[in-house]
Every structure is written in C-alpha cells, then in structure tokens.
C-alpha cells in the first residue's frame, strides 16, 4: 500500500465548477498535511497547509480526518488557472521535515 | 523570496558517466532534499541533509551520493550513470524548525542518460 494515494485523474471539468480531491495515507504517526501544485514542466509549490479544524484560502477549502486518515480539497468557482496537478503531501514521522508525496490529482479547467 | 536554483535544466549523458547535479538556496535553510519524480511514481526522497556535512538516506540512495560542504549548495552525484536514473531530478530546501515543514523546490533538471 502506497503511504499517500490519490486518485490521479485527470479531472475534466467546466470553468466556474466546484471540484474536490481526496486522498488517504497510511501512517497515523503523521503530525503535519499539505496540499502542493505543480504545474506542467514546473516544481511543485506550497498551497495550502491542512489543519483538523479544516481551513480556507480563498476558493480552497482543505479537510482532515485524521481518523479515518483522509485529506481532501475543494476548489469552488474553478478558474482556467486552476488547471494544475495537485500533490497531497504529508510529514514523516522521526524529524527532518521530512515529506512524503503523493503521486498528484491533475484537474483541467476547460470553457 | 526563497530562491532554489539548480545548475542545469537539461542534462543528457552517457552510461556509465559520473554525473554532479548541484543545488544552491539563498535563504539560509537548514534543510535541503534531493528529490526524483517519475510518472505514476511521484517525488521520491533520495537523500537527505540537515546540516553541513551531515546527510541521511531517503528512500532511494542506490546508485546515488551526495555532498554538502556549505550550507547553501548540496550536490547530487551519480557514480556511474544508467539508463534507469534518466529522471527529473528536484532539490529543495526548508527551515530547521518543528511545525514547518514548507519545502521549496528548484526548478528541475531533466536528466536523460543514453
């Protein structure tokens, strides 16, 4: 079983939809949840930091349950913008800062 | 801004070959990682660093060895390259502190080995 699995898509879907990606991960030790993109041919880079209470930037809307140890993120009004693969991410245990990554949900906004 | 820069975009080399992948931050961090990312197999941590001189094994160390002899630039070495490291290759960089975990990546470099 992979640490962080996710669905990989793609996600096809219409410019001002709502669209949400989940994904679980194996190892309850973890302490910290993100949520990376990375556009085509570039690095990945921080989105959004996840938190129990569940938090909110703007049109992103980020969950944890840790008990059943999922993540998931919702995009409401999604722009052409959007279109991007997005990476759940989550710490490893044992110090470092040390991440682990998901293989990447790819979300094309389309007119 | 954090800046992580990588020596080379693209890189084509031969089997067999020493190869060096370097990696500079600007930003004073205590941490950098070496990262490889492949289709259907996401980023995987190759090796890792938390200080000068210092380094941990990722996931995947085989055929791979690292330096940092300054705290701003951590090198990627692959001792004799094969066709099976043909790979993006991605550094990154974040602070020694609990709770924030943001790394920052480099741009990449495309390694292809012939």
């Known amino acids: 079983r992979k640490e962080v699995e996710q669905d990989p898509g793609p996600f096809n879907v219409p410019e001002g939809a709502t669209v949400a990606f989940n994904c679980t991960y194996s190892n309850s030790a973890s302490q910290s949840f993100f949520w990376y993109r990375q556009d085509c041919r570039k690095e990945p880079k921080l989105l959004m930091s996840?938190?129990?209470s569940g938090n909110e930037d703007g049109r992103f809307t980020a969950q944890l349950n840790r008990a059943s140890q999922y993540i998931s993120l919702l995009i409401r009004d999604s722009k052409l913008s959007d279109s991007a693969t997005y990476l759940c991410?989550?710490?490893?245990?044992?110090?470092?800062?040390?991440?682990?990554f998901g293989t990447g949900t790819q979300l094309k906004v389309e007119l | 801004d954090v800046k992580v820069t990588q020596s080379s975009r693209y890189l084509v080399k031969r089997t067999g070959e020493k190869v060096f992948l370097e990696c500079v931050q600007d930003?004073?961090?205590?941490?950098m990682f070496w990262y490889r990312q492949d289709p259907g197999l996401g980023l995987r941590l190759i090796y890792f660093?938390?200080?000068?001189?210092?380094?941990e094994k990722g996931d995947i160390p085989e055929g791979y060895s690292v330096s940092r002899e300054k705290k701003e630039r951590f090198s990627l070495i692959l001792e004799s390259a094969s066709t099976n490291q043909t790979s993006m290759y991605l550094c990154a960089s974040s602070l020694w502190t609990s709770g924030n975990n943001e790394q920052f990546f480099g741009p990449g470099t495309r390694l292809t080995v012939l």
């Open positions: 660093s938390y200080d000068v001189k210092m380094k």
């Open positions: 996840v938190y129990s």
């Open positions: 991410v989550v710490s490893r245990s044992g110090g470092g800062n040390k991440l682990t």
């Open positions: 930003m004073d961090h205590e941490n």
